[in-house]
Every structure is written in C-alpha cells, then in structure tokens.
C-alpha cells in the first residue's frame, strides 16, 4: 500500500519557465511533509517542507503547496534552471520519526 | 565538519553470504534510518530507530537486521535470507521529530550481489 504517491514518473520543462511537479498521499495522520532532490548514485538533499497548519511555504526559486483537504502537495520551481535536473521526492511523517517517501519524478530543464 | 557517512560506497557479496553496511553519523541525531532504492520504486524504509538500544521494522525489514547500540552507528545486516539484496542502500539521520526537522542522507552503498 503506496501512503505517498508520485504519479508522474518524469516532467519536461524549458528553461526559465515554471515546473511543478505532485505527491498525494493517503494517511490523514501525516502533518509533516518534505521535498528531496537527488542525483544518480548520491544520497537525496533536502530542500523545502510543510508543516500540515501551513498551505504554502517559499524559499527562493521552491514553493511548497499544501492542500490537506484534497491530501495533495506540490513543489513548483520558478524559474526552472538546467542545473535542477533530478529526480525530486516528497516524503511525509506523522506522529513518530517514520519518514515515508514516494517514488520521485525526474525532472529534466532543457535550454 | 558533520555529516553522515556511508561505507563502502561499491559492495559485492556473493549469494548465501552476509554482509554488513556501515553508517555513522556525528550530528548528534537520535534518530537514523535505512532505505532501499530500487529503479521505479522510490526509497523503501528497511529500519528506523528513534533512540539507542531501539529500533523498529520498516516496510520490508525481511532479510535484514540491524544494530543501535551507539548513538553514532546504525549498521545494516544483508543476511542471506534476503532474496533480492542487489539495490542502492541510504542511511539518514534527524533530530527528535517534535522539531519538525529534515533527515540527512549519505552518499549510499550500492551492494551487487554476484
């Protein structure tokens, strides 16, 4: 049973144009949710979480998005830049340090 | 400078051996865990443990055991029981989740089963 689904295995974006890129998940227990980048044969770093009393989270270039009715996040990237092509994952915790992830999209910013 | 350290990065055992991955940390975190990448499936929790001397099963603990008896080190067990033990490795570490911090990664183990 996936708790934390990511849905579109890879995403196409130009250069300089927005990518957004969506986890679901099932578990209305999970109030913490995080976003990861990772690069072939290397461990995922992390880049941007929500906590589950917030709808939205900025840091620079990423925004999270929460939507806890629809169980539904997402990351956009704006301005999208070659140099962000990897796979992304959102993982998702609740009330103990188990920290469930998805399956990860991998992105791809062409010139 | 902290971090968390993986060892080997390349590992290859043959079938019916163990083999035991290391993990060490020096971010004074409680809390560390194991996954497994594999192509198409995300990472998998293996298993976590929130405290010395404690740890609990993930989602696919079968074929593997692990050990806490420092805060420092978690080692990972691929026992011969494991049917498909060929995969990408990741340890992570993280303070008490009442923080609501992030975990950190190392660079992975990748084990070949020959």
């Known amino acids: 049973d996936q708790q934390v689904k990511q849905n579109s295995p890879s995403l196409s974006v130009q250069e300089g144009r927005i990518s957004i890129l969506n986890c679901d998940y099932t578990?209305?227990?999970?109030?913490?949710f995080l976003w990861y980048k990772k690069y072939p044969a290397e461990g995922p770093t992390f880049l941007i979480s929500?906590?589950?009393?917030?709808d939205k989270n900025e840091d620079g270039r990423f925004t999270v998005f929460l939507n806890k009715s629809a169980k539904h996040l997402s990351l956009h990237i704006v301005p999208s830049q070659p140099g962000d092509s990897a796979v992304y994952f959102c993982?998702?915790?609740?009330?103990?340090?188990?920290?469930?992830f998805g399956t990860g999209t991998r992105l791809q910013v062409f010139p | 400078d902290g971090g968390i350290t993986q060892s080997p990065k390349y590992l290859f055992r043959k079938e019916g051996q163990n083999v035991t991955l290391s993990c060490e940390q020096n971010?004074?975190?409680?809390?560390m865990y194991w996954y497994r990448q594999d192509p198409g499936q995300g990472l998998r929790l293996i298993y976590y443990s929130q405290i010395v001397n404690d740890f609990q099963k993930g989602d696919i603990a079968e074929g593997y055991s692990v050990s806490r008896e420092k805060k420092e080190s978690f080692p990972l067990t691929v026992t011969s029981a494991q049917k498909n033990p060929t995969a990408f490795y990741l340890c992570a570490s993280s303070i008490p989740r009442t923080l609501n911090t992030e975990a950190f990664f190392g660079q992975g183990t990748r084990l070949t089963v020959v």
């Open positions: 578990n209305s227990m999970f109030d913490y």
């Open positions: 993982a998702a915790s609740g009330n103990t340090d188990k920290l469930i």
């Open positions: 929500i906590s589950s009393i917030k």
């Open positions: 971010l004074n975190h409680d809390a």
